[in-house]
């Protein structure tokens, strides 16, 4: 019942943008922590950002500067600015919501991910 879309992915240039969304939908009674991750061919999947459900905000080293997560409560959704992109941020982008519904507690759900490609 709960599904978690992601958009926004797609090839770019080194040093353009790219916004990338999650909107998590079903029957969802509250969301606590959203984040984004990235897993680029023959690598681990990593942790890009994450932010509560109040707001704060906690990026992995490599982004600091350079991307900024956000959230629209009212939305379910997630968002991932994405500036000053370099090669080295190409890979899939995953969203992950923990979330309870009016059935189940608090767990973690992911998105189907989409590709980010930066070209030199």
């Known amino acids: 019942q709960v599904q978690l879309v992601e958009s926004g992915g797609g090839l770019v240039q080194a040093g353009g943008s790219l916004r990338l969304s999650c909107a998590a939908s079903?029957?969802?009674?509250?969301?606590?922590?959203m984040g984004w991750y990235r897993q680029a061919p023959g690598k681990q999947r990593e942790l890009v950002a994450v932010i509560s459900s109040g707001g704060s905000t906690n990026y992995a080293d490599s982004v600091k500067g350079r991307f900024t997560i956000s959230r629209d409560n009212a939305k379910n959704t997630v968002y991932l600015q994405m500036n000053s992109l370099k090669p080295e941020d190409t890979a899939v982008y995953y969203c992950?919501?923990?979330?309870?519904?009016?059935?189940?507690?608090?767990?973690?759900?992911w998105g189907q991910g989409t590709q980010v490609t930066v070209s030199s």
């Open positions: 992950k919501a923990n979330l309870r519904t009016r059935t189940n507690y608090y767990s973690d759900f």
């Open positions: 079903g029957t969802i009674a509250s969301i606590n922590v």
